[in-house]
């Protein structure tokens, strides 16, 4: 079984940065010939609806939330099956759970970056870890 594994959360003051990092478990996709075609992350604020907040696909294209534009920065190490978000100049309102999620398929081709508008395109999901931002 796949897993994502997240890690890199914690507490932090407004204008400070975290790294969070999801790794996929085992990286060999227990030997099956599988096509990562798309990964994501999303948050959850305490008592609010999951949001999205980046992606990036199989061609390296990416894309961000207008909340973290600017501020957030997405990125991926293939050969080590690792998904990372920097996070600069956290806000308050950056405080949520944040999951980890992942399109594997085994079959090509992947979808398009427009189609990756909703989590349920993730097939693939993070225990998430807690970041919190005090003023």
């Known amino acids: 079984q796949v897993q994502l594994v997240e890690s890199g959360g914690g507490s932090v003051q407004a204008g400070g940065s975290l790294k969070l990092s999801c790794v996929i478990i085992?990286?060999?996709?227990?030997?099956?010939?599988?096509?990562?075609?798309?990964m994501a992350w999303y948050r959850q604020p305490q008592g609010k609806e999951r949001e999205f907040v980046s992606l990036?696909?199989?061609?390296?294209?990416?894309g961000l939330s207008d909340s973290v534009k600017g501020r957030f920065t997405i990125s991926q190490d293939k050969a080590n099956h690792t998904l990372y978000l920097q996070m600069n100049s956290l806000k308050t309102e950056d405080t949520a759970v944040y999951y980890c999620?992942?399109?594997?398929?085994?079959?090509?081709?992947?979808?398009?970056?427009?189609?990756?508008?909703?989590?349920?395109?993730?097939?693939?999901w993070g225990q998430g870890t807690q970041v919190t931002v005090s003023s």
């Open positions: 999620a992942a399109d594997l398929s085994l079959t090509l081709p992947c979808p398009a970056f427009g189609a990756y508008n909703s989590p349920a395109m993730y097939n693939r």
């Open positions: 085992p990286s060999n996709f227990g030997g099956y010939n599988v096509n990562n075609c798309g």
């Open positions: 990036i696909i199989r061609d390296g294209t990416t």
